[in-house]
DNA sequence: TGCAAGCTTGCAGTCAGTGCATCTTTCGCT
DNA sequence: AGCGAAAGATGCACTGACTGCAAGCTTGCA
Protein backbone atom coordinates (compact mmCIF):
# COMPACT_ATOMS: atom_id res chain seq x y z
CA UNK A 1 0.00 0.00 0.00
CA UNK A 2 2.60 2.14 1.09
CA UNK A 3 4.47 1.68 -2.17
CA UNK A 4 3.91 3.24 -5.69
CA UNK A 5 4.03 1.32 -9.11
CA UNK A 6 7.74 2.05 -9.15
CA UNK A 7 8.18 0.67 -5.63
CA UNK A 8 6.60 -2.40 -6.38
CA UNK A 9 8.25 -3.11 -9.98
CA UNK A 10 11.60 -2.75 -8.59
CA UNK A 11 10.96 -5.45 -5.66
CA UNK A 12 9.82 -7.58 -8.55
CA UNK A 13 13.26 -7.36 -10.36
CA UNK A 14 14.96 -7.49 -7.42
CA UNK A 15 13.41 -10.92 -6.51
CA UNK A 16 13.15 -12.01 -10.07
CA UNK A 17 16.94 -11.36 -10.47
CA UNK A 18 17.91 -12.89 -6.95
CA UNK A 19 15.70 -16.18 -8.03
CA UNK A 20 17.41 -16.14 -11.59
CA UNK A 21 20.34 -16.23 -9.95
CA UNK A 22 19.67 -18.98 -7.54
CA UNK A 23 18.01 -21.19 -9.78
CA UNK A 24 20.69 -20.71 -12.66
CA UNK A 25 23.55 -21.53 -9.58
CA UNK A 26 21.78 -24.42 -8.97
CA UNK A 27 22.31 -25.97 -12.01
CA UNK A 28 25.49 -25.01 -13.23
CA UNK A 29 27.23 -23.82 -10.22
CA UNK A 30 27.91 -20.33 -8.81
CA UNK A 31 30.84 -20.33 -11.56
CA UNK A 32 28.91 -21.94 -14.01
CA UNK A 33 26.96 -18.38 -14.54
CA UNK A 34 26.74 -15.16 -15.48
CA UNK A 35 25.49 -11.85 -14.62
CA UNK A 36 24.65 -11.62 -18.05
CA UNK A 37 22.98 -14.97 -17.90
CA UNK A 38 20.98 -13.98 -14.69
CA UNK A 39 20.10 -10.84 -16.44
CA UNK A 40 18.52 -12.48 -19.50
CA UNK A 41 16.06 -14.82 -17.04
CA UNK A 42 15.28 -11.74 -15.53
CA UNK A 43 14.29 -10.31 -18.62
CA UNK A 44 16.44 -7.30 -17.86
CA UNK A 45 19.63 -5.69 -19.55
CA UNK A 46 22.85 -6.60 -17.81
CA UNK A 47 23.80 -3.11 -16.90
CA UNK A 48 20.72 -2.85 -14.57
CA UNK A 49 21.73 -5.76 -12.68
CA UNK A 50 24.28 -3.85 -10.89
CA UNK A 51 21.55 -1.29 -9.79
CA UNK A 52 19.97 -4.28 -7.94
CA UNK A 53 23.17 -6.30 -6.85
CA UNK A 54 26.68 -5.26 -5.95
CA UNK A 55 27.92 -8.38 -6.93
CA UNK A 56 26.75 -11.45 -8.21
CA UNK A 57 27.72 -13.20 -4.58
CA UNK A 58 25.06 -10.83 -3.68
CA UNK A 59 22.54 -11.85 -5.89
CA UNK A 60 23.09 -15.49 -5.46
CA UNK A 61 22.83 -14.77 -1.61
CA UNK A 62 19.92 -12.64 -2.00
CA UNK A 63 21.02 -10.24 -0.09
CA UNK A 64 18.38 -7.60 0.97
CA UNK A 65 19.54 -3.93 2.23
CA UNK A 66 17.49 -2.98 4.18
CA UNK A 67 18.00 -6.19 6.68
CA UNK A 68 20.17 -4.20 8.62
CA UNK A 69 17.57 -1.53 9.58
CA UNK A 70 15.32 -4.31 10.36
CA UNK A 71 17.43 -5.81 12.53
CA UNK A 72 18.56 -2.29 14.38
CA UNK A 73 14.54 -1.53 14.29
CA UNK A 74 14.02 -4.76 16.05
CA UNK A 75 16.69 -4.28 18.73
CA UNK A 76 15.23 -0.57 19.09
CA UNK A 77 12.15 -1.98 19.73
CA UNK A 78 12.80 -3.87 22.68
CA UNK A 79 12.20 -2.78 26.45
CA UNK A 80 15.03 -0.66 27.70
CA UNK A 81 14.78 -3.02 30.84
CA UNK A 82 16.39 -5.82 29.02
CA UNK A 83 20.01 -6.66 29.29
CA UNK A 84 22.00 -6.99 26.21
CA UNK A 85 21.81 -10.46 25.64
CA UNK A 86 18.11 -10.76 26.22
CA UNK A 87 17.72 -7.74 23.75
CA UNK A 88 19.63 -9.24 21.22
CA UNK A 89 17.81 -12.57 21.91
CA UNK A 90 14.34 -10.86 21.26
CA UNK A 91 16.09 -9.62 17.69
CA UNK A 92 16.85 -12.47 16.95
CA UNK A 93 13.26 -14.14 17.34
CA UNK A 94 11.76 -11.85 15.51
CA UNK A 95 14.17 -11.55 12.50
CA UNK A 96 13.70 -15.70 12.83
CA UNK A 97 10.09 -15.11 12.30
CA UNK A 98 10.45 -13.09 9.53
CA UNK A 99 12.33 -14.84 7.78
CA UNK A 100 10.70 -17.85 8.30
CA UNK A 101 8.33 -16.57 5.56
CA UNK A 102 10.75 -17.15 3.11
CA UNK A 103 12.41 -20.62 4.09
CA UNK A 104 12.25 -22.32 1.08
CA UNK A 105 14.19 -19.93 -0.63
CA UNK A 106 16.37 -19.30 2.71
CA UNK A 107 17.44 -23.24 2.47
CA UNK A 108 18.52 -22.99 -1.10
CA UNK A 109 20.63 -20.71 -0.87
CA UNK A 110 22.57 -21.79 2.57
CA UNK A 111 22.88 -24.68 0.53
CA UNK A 112 24.30 -23.09 -2.14
CA UNK A 113 26.60 -21.24 0.20
CA UNK A 114 27.27 -24.54 2.20
CA UNK A 115 29.21 -26.40 -0.83
CA UNK A 116 30.65 -23.37 -2.00
CA UNK A 117 33.33 -21.63 0.50
CA UNK A 118 33.32 -18.20 -1.31
CA UNK A 119 29.57 -17.92 -1.31
CA UNK A 120 29.87 -19.12 2.51
CA UNK A 121 32.46 -16.30 3.36
CA UNK A 122 30.79 -13.57 1.57
CA UNK A 123 27.59 -14.62 3.88
CA UNK A 124 29.62 -14.49 7.18
CA UNK A 125 30.79 -11.15 5.79
CA UNK A 126 27.41 -10.00 5.71
CA UNK A 127 26.95 -10.42 9.06
CA UNK A 128 29.56 -8.45 9.86
CA UNK A 129 28.36 -5.57 8.19
CA UNK A 130 25.91 -4.85 10.67
CA UNK A 131 27.41 -5.46 14.34
CA UNK A 132 28.80 -1.95 14.49
CA UNK A 133 25.05 -0.53 13.96
CA UNK A 134 23.75 -3.00 16.71
CA UNK A 135 26.68 -2.21 18.74
CA UNK A 136 26.25 1.17 19.34
CA UNK A 137 22.32 0.50 19.93
CA UNK A 138 23.85 -1.92 22.52
CA UNK A 139 26.69 0.84 23.79
CA UNK A 140 23.68 3.85 24.13
CA UNK A 141 21.24 1.34 25.85
CA UNK A 142 24.39 0.27 28.39
CA UNK A 143 26.06 3.87 28.51
CA UNK A 144 29.03 2.46 27.63
CA UNK A 145 31.44 3.79 24.73
CA UNK A 146 31.40 1.53 21.30
CA UNK A 147 35.10 2.36 20.78
CA UNK A 148 36.39 2.25 24.43
CA UNK A 149 34.15 -0.59 26.03
CA UNK A 150 34.80 -4.35 24.84
CA UNK A 151 31.32 -5.06 25.94
CA UNK A 152 29.01 -3.83 23.19
CA UNK A 153 30.87 -5.35 20.38
CA UNK A 154 31.10 -8.58 22.51
CA UNK A 155 27.92 -8.93 23.07
CA UNK A 156 27.05 -7.90 19.20
CA UNK A 157 29.36 -10.32 17.89
CA UNK A 158 28.45 -13.48 19.99
CA UNK A 159 24.62 -12.60 19.48
CA UNK A 160 25.23 -12.75 15.90
CA UNK A 161 27.21 -15.94 16.27
CA UNK A 162 24.51 -17.58 17.78
CA UNK A 163 22.70 -16.41 15.09
CA UNK A 164 24.56 -17.86 12.51
CA UNK A 165 24.97 -20.88 14.74
CA UNK A 166 21.17 -21.47 14.96
CA UNK A 167 21.02 -21.12 11.04
CA UNK A 168 23.62 -24.02 10.73
CA UNK A 169 22.09 -26.48 13.26
CA UNK A 170 18.22 -25.36 11.64
CA UNK A 171 19.81 -26.42 8.03
CA UNK A 172 21.99 -29.53 9.13
CA UNK A 173 18.88 -30.60 11.37
CA UNK A 174 17.20 -30.94 7.99
CA UNK A 175 14.48 -28.26 8.54
CA UNK A 176 12.60 -30.39 11.71
CA UNK A 177 12.63 -27.54 14.04
CA UNK A 178 11.48 -23.98 13.44
CA UNK A 179 14.07 -21.41 12.67
CA UNK A 180 13.21 -19.60 15.95
CA UNK A 181 13.73 -22.77 17.91
CA UNK A 182 17.31 -23.11 17.07
CA UNK A 183 17.66 -19.68 17.82
CA UNK A 184 16.28 -19.96 21.10
CA UNK A 185 18.19 -23.34 22.20
CA UNK A 186 21.67 -20.65 21.05
CA UNK A 187 20.75 -18.20 22.86
CA UNK A 188 19.62 -20.49 25.96
CA UNK A 189 23.16 -21.69 25.75
CA UNK A 190 24.72 -18.61 25.80
CA UNK A 191 22.95 -17.00 28.65
CA UNK A 192 23.90 -20.11 30.65
CA UNK A 193 27.68 -19.02 29.81
CA UNK A 194 28.16 -22.05 27.69
CA UNK A 195 28.47 -24.66 30.60
CA UNK A 196 30.54 -27.58 29.28
CA UNK A 197 28.13 -30.31 28.07
CA UNK A 198 28.28 -33.83 29.46
CA UNK A 199 29.48 -35.93 26.75
CA UNK A 200 27.05 -38.57 26.78
CA UNK A 201 24.02 -36.55 26.85
CA UNK A 202 23.35 -35.11 23.23
CA UNK A 203 21.69 -31.38 23.59
CA UNK B 1 66.81 -24.13 9.38
CA UNK B 2 64.52 -26.91 8.38
CA UNK B 3 64.00 -24.91 4.87
CA UNK B 4 65.59 -24.94 2.07
CA UNK B 5 66.59 -21.76 -0.07
CA UNK B 6 63.51 -22.32 -2.17
CA UNK B 7 60.99 -22.26 1.42
CA UNK B 8 62.92 -19.02 1.87
CA UNK B 9 62.90 -17.34 -1.40
CA UNK B 10 59.37 -18.28 -0.84
CA UNK B 11 58.83 -16.57 2.08
CA UNK B 12 60.34 -13.71 1.17
CA UNK B 13 58.06 -13.35 -2.02
CA UNK B 14 55.55 -13.44 -0.13
CA UNK B 15 56.45 -10.98 2.49
CA UNK B 16 57.24 -8.70 -0.10
CA UNK B 17 54.09 -8.88 -2.11
CA UNK B 18 52.27 -8.03 0.77
CA UNK B 19 54.34 -5.20 2.14
CA UNK B 20 53.86 -3.72 -1.52
CA UNK B 21 50.53 -4.09 -1.18
CA UNK B 22 50.29 -2.48 1.79
CA UNK B 23 52.60 0.40 1.31
CA UNK B 24 50.85 1.13 -2.05
CA UNK B 25 47.12 1.06 -1.00
CA UNK B 26 48.50 3.61 1.75
CA UNK B 27 49.50 6.32 -0.69
CA UNK B 28 46.63 5.45 -2.93
CA UNK B 29 44.04 3.64 -1.54
CA UNK B 30 43.27 -0.14 -2.39
CA UNK B 31 41.54 0.73 -5.58
CA UNK B 32 44.44 3.12 -6.40
CA UNK B 33 46.62 -0.25 -6.45
CA UNK B 34 46.85 -2.53 -9.23
CA UNK B 35 48.11 -6.72 -8.98
CA UNK B 36 50.57 -5.15 -11.70
CA UNK B 37 51.46 -2.29 -9.25
CA UNK B 38 52.19 -4.60 -6.46
CA UNK B 39 53.91 -7.24 -8.55
CA UNK B 40 56.28 -4.70 -10.36
CA UNK B 41 57.15 -3.16 -7.40
CA UNK B 42 57.78 -6.69 -5.29
CA UNK B 43 59.96 -7.55 -8.82
CA UNK B 44 57.95 -10.43 -9.66
CA UNK B 45 55.50 -11.14 -12.52
CA UNK B 46 52.27 -10.59 -12.31
CA UNK B 47 51.15 -13.69 -12.66
CA UNK B 48 53.47 -14.85 -10.32
CA UNK B 49 51.40 -12.57 -7.77
CA UNK B 50 48.63 -15.11 -7.99
CA UNK B 51 50.72 -17.95 -7.24
CA UNK B 52 51.34 -16.70 -3.80
CA UNK B 53 47.80 -15.05 -3.07
CA UNK B 54 44.24 -15.45 -4.19
CA UNK B 55 43.08 -11.73 -4.64
CA UNK B 56 44.49 -8.80 -4.05
CA UNK B 57 42.50 -8.11 -1.01
CA UNK B 58 44.34 -11.00 0.53
CA UNK B 59 47.82 -9.31 -0.14
CA UNK B 60 46.70 -6.15 1.23
CA UNK B 61 45.40 -7.56 4.15
CA UNK B 62 48.85 -9.99 4.73
CA UNK B 63 46.70 -13.49 4.35
CA UNK B 64 48.92 -16.11 6.00
CA UNK B 65 47.96 -19.69 5.14
CA UNK B 66 49.01 -21.80 7.61
CA UNK B 67 47.05 -19.26 10.09
CA UNK B 68 44.41 -22.01 10.29
CA UNK B 69 47.52 -24.67 10.42
CA UNK B 70 48.60 -22.64 13.78
CA UNK B 71 45.43 -22.15 15.37
CA UNK B 72 44.37 -25.46 15.23
CA UNK B 73 47.89 -26.71 16.44
CA UNK B 74 47.66 -24.38 19.39
CA UNK B 75 44.25 -25.52 20.31
CA UNK B 76 45.18 -29.17 19.97
CA UNK B 77 47.82 -28.64 22.24
CA UNK B 78 45.61 -27.31 25.41
CA UNK B 79 45.31 -29.90 28.09
CA UNK B 80 42.47 -32.21 27.87
CA UNK B 81 40.92 -31.66 31.00
CA UNK B 82 40.01 -28.06 30.25
CA UNK B 83 36.52 -26.55 29.33
CA UNK B 84 36.10 -25.61 25.58
CA UNK B 85 36.18 -21.73 26.67
CA UNK B 86 39.27 -22.17 28.39
CA UNK B 87 41.25 -24.01 25.89
CA UNK B 88 39.51 -21.64 23.20
CA UNK B 89 41.35 -18.78 25.40
CA UNK B 90 44.54 -20.40 25.73
CA UNK B 91 44.44 -20.84 22.18
CA UNK B 92 43.87 -17.16 21.81
CA UNK B 93 46.40 -16.03 24.32
CA UNK B 94 49.08 -17.75 22.23
CA UNK B 95 48.28 -16.44 18.56
CA UNK B 96 47.93 -13.25 19.76
CA UNK B 97 51.54 -13.64 21.85
CA UNK B 98 52.31 -14.96 18.12
CA UNK B 99 51.42 -11.65 16.09
CA UNK B 100 52.43 -9.47 18.76
CA UNK B 101 56.02 -9.73 16.84
CA UNK B 102 54.10 -8.31 13.50
CA UNK B 103 52.26 -5.77 15.90
CA UNK B 104 53.11 -2.38 13.39
CA UNK B 105 52.38 -4.49 10.24
CA UNK B 106 48.92 -5.82 11.51
CA UNK B 107 48.47 -2.05 13.15
CA UNK B 108 48.78 -0.53 9.62
CA UNK B 109 46.28 -3.69 8.22
CA UNK B 110 43.81 -2.60 10.39
CA UNK B 111 44.15 1.05 10.23
CA UNK B 112 43.63 -0.04 6.04
CA UNK B 113 40.34 -2.72 6.62
CA UNK B 114 39.19 -0.23 9.09
CA UNK B 115 38.09 2.70 6.46
CA UNK B 116 37.86 0.04 3.36
CA UNK B 117 34.37 -2.06 4.07
CA UNK B 118 35.10 -4.42 1.65
CA UNK B 119 38.19 -5.15 3.13
CA UNK B 120 36.98 -5.29 6.87
CA UNK B 121 34.65 -8.28 5.50
CA UNK B 122 36.97 -9.94 3.46
CA UNK B 123 38.65 -9.52 6.97
CA UNK B 124 35.92 -11.21 8.81
CA UNK B 125 35.22 -13.93 6.21
CA UNK B 126 38.92 -15.03 7.00
CA UNK B 127 37.71 -15.51 10.55
CA UNK B 128 34.54 -18.16 9.50
CA UNK B 129 37.09 -19.55 7.06
CA UNK B 130 38.52 -20.73 10.63
CA UNK B 131 35.46 -21.69 12.39
CA UNK B 132 34.63 -24.93 11.13
CA UNK B 133 38.17 -26.79 11.73
CA UNK B 134 38.23 -25.86 15.32
CA UNK B 135 35.08 -26.43 16.05
CA UNK B 136 35.60 -30.35 14.90
CA UNK B 137 38.09 -30.66 17.34
CA UNK B 138 36.04 -28.95 19.88
CA UNK B 139 33.66 -31.88 19.08
CA UNK B 140 36.23 -34.43 19.55
CA UNK B 141 36.78 -32.96 23.28
CA UNK B 142 33.67 -33.11 23.83
CA UNK B 143 32.45 -36.03 22.41
CA UNK B 144 29.63 -33.92 20.65
CA UNK B 145 28.66 -34.19 16.86
CA UNK B 146 29.91 -31.05 15.25
CA UNK B 147 26.37 -31.59 13.08
CA UNK B 148 23.67 -32.13 15.24
CA UNK B 149 24.77 -30.07 18.73
CA UNK B 150 25.43 -26.16 18.45
CA UNK B 151 27.59 -26.09 21.42
CA UNK B 152 30.91 -26.95 19.29
CA UNK B 153 30.25 -24.37 16.78
CA UNK B 154 28.46 -21.92 19.43
CA UNK B 155 31.20 -21.79 21.33
CA UNK B 156 34.32 -21.46 18.67
CA UNK B 157 32.44 -18.42 17.02
CA UNK B 158 31.92 -17.04 20.29
CA UNK B 159 35.78 -17.50 21.17
CA UNK B 160 36.56 -16.25 17.17
CA UNK B 161 33.96 -12.94 18.19
CA UNK B 162 36.48 -12.77 21.08
CA UNK B 163 39.32 -12.61 19.51
CA UNK B 164 37.92 -10.24 16.83
CA UNK B 165 36.96 -7.99 19.68
CA UNK B 166 40.19 -8.22 21.47
CA UNK B 167 41.85 -7.03 18.35
CA UNK B 168 39.41 -4.13 17.68
CA UNK B 169 39.87 -2.62 21.52
CA UNK B 170 43.45 -3.22 21.00
CA UNK B 171 43.67 -1.12 17.83
CA UNK B 172 41.44 1.35 18.95
CA UNK B 173 42.60 2.30 22.54
CA UNK B 174 45.79 3.33 20.51
CA UNK B 175 47.51 -0.38 21.33
CA UNK B 176 48.33 1.13 24.72
CA UNK B 177 48.11 -2.60 25.96
CA UNK B 178 49.28 -5.76 24.54
CA UNK B 179 46.90 -7.58 22.05
CA UNK B 180 46.95 -10.72 24.87
CA UNK B 181 45.69 -8.44 27.44
CA UNK B 182 42.55 -7.23 25.07
CA UNK B 183 42.18 -10.70 24.25
CA UNK B 184 42.11 -11.88 28.25
CA UNK B 185 39.67 -9.00 29.17
CA UNK B 186 37.17 -9.87 26.39
CA UNK B 187 37.13 -13.78 27.23
CA UNK B 188 37.20 -12.91 31.04
CA UNK B 189 33.78 -10.93 30.15
CA UNK B 190 32.90 -14.36 28.16
CA UNK B 191 33.60 -16.54 31.28
CA UNK B 192 31.75 -14.52 33.42
CA UNK B 193 28.60 -14.66 30.62
CA UNK B 194 28.45 -11.35 29.45
CA UNK B 195 27.06 -9.47 32.44
CA UNK B 196 25.16 -6.72 32.35
CA UNK B 197 27.57 -4.27 32.98
CA UNK B 198 27.22 -0.97 35.54
CA UNK B 199 27.05 2.17 32.75
CA UNK B 200 29.50 3.94 35.26
CA UNK B 201 31.90 1.02 35.71
CA UNK B 202 33.97 0.96 32.48
CA UNK B 203 35.24 -2.52 31.99
C1' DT C 1 -0.68 17.47 -19.89
C1' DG C 2 3.84 18.36 -19.05
C1' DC C 3 7.90 18.67 -16.26
C1' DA C 4 11.11 16.50 -13.05
C1' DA C 5 12.98 12.64 -10.85
C1' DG C 6 14.18 8.03 -11.13
C1' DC C 7 15.22 3.72 -13.90
C1' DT C 8 16.99 1.32 -17.68
C1' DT C 9 20.12 0.63 -21.11
C1' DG C 10 24.16 0.59 -24.33
C1' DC C 11 28.92 1.61 -24.82
C1' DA C 12 33.43 1.47 -23.86
C1' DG C 13 36.74 0.54 -20.89
C1' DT C 14 39.62 -1.34 -16.72
C1' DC C 15 41.36 -4.93 -14.34
C1' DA C 16 41.05 -9.15 -11.41
C1' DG C 17 41.67 -13.73 -11.91
C1' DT C 18 42.60 -18.44 -14.63
C1' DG C 19 44.37 -22.27 -17.66
C1' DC C 20 48.03 -23.62 -20.31
C1' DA C 21 52.51 -24.14 -22.27
C1' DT C 22 57.29 -23.06 -21.53
C1' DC C 23 61.37 -21.83 -19.38
C1' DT C 24 64.31 -21.53 -15.16
C1' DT C 25 65.69 -22.77 -10.64
C1' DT C 26 66.26 -25.84 -6.86
C1' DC C 27 66.43 -30.49 -4.84
C1' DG C 28 67.75 -35.11 -4.12
C1' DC C 29 70.64 -38.56 -5.42
C1' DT C 30 74.77 -40.70 -7.21
C1' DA D 1 80.30 -32.07 -9.69
C1' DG D 2 76.36 -33.64 -12.43
C1' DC D 3 71.87 -35.17 -13.79
C1' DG D 4 66.96 -35.99 -13.80
C1' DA D 5 62.78 -34.78 -11.44
C1' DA D 6 59.94 -31.52 -9.05
C1' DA D 7 58.52 -26.96 -8.13
C1' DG D 8 58.30 -22.30 -9.25
C1' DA D 9 58.22 -18.16 -12.51
C1' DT D 10 56.66 -16.24 -16.49
C1' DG D 11 54.17 -14.99 -20.81
C1' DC D 12 50.00 -15.25 -23.38
C1' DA D 13 45.46 -15.24 -24.27
C1' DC D 14 41.09 -15.06 -22.49
C1' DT D 15 36.76 -14.62 -19.65
C1' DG D 16 33.84 -11.97 -17.17
C1' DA D 17 32.87 -8.86 -13.17
C1' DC D 18 32.25 -4.26 -12.43
C1' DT D 19 32.13 1.05 -13.45
C1' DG D 20 31.26 5.81 -15.38
C1' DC D 21 28.93 8.18 -18.69
C1' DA D 22 25.49 9.74 -21.64
C1' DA D 23 21.45 8.98 -23.62
C1' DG D 24 16.51 7.06 -23.65
C1' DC D 25 12.01 5.56 -21.06
C1' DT D 26 8.66 5.59 -17.17
C1' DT D 27 6.52 7.00 -13.35
C1' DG D 28 5.06 10.51 -10.06
C1' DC D 29 3.11 14.79 -9.29
C1' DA D 30 1.33 19.38 -9.95
Not at 38 to 55: C, D, H, K, L, Q
Not at 64 to 90: C, F
Request: overall charge negative.
Amino acid sequence: MSEGLRERKKAETRKALSTAALRLAQQLGPDGVTVEAIAEAAGVSPRTFFNYFGSKEDALLGVNPNETTQLLADLVARPEGEGALEALHGMARRAAARLEAEADDMWARYELAQSHPPLAMRRAARFSEVERVLAEEIARRTGLDVDRDPYPMLAVSTALGAIRVAMAVWHDRGRTCALADAVDETFTLLARGLPSPIPAAGG
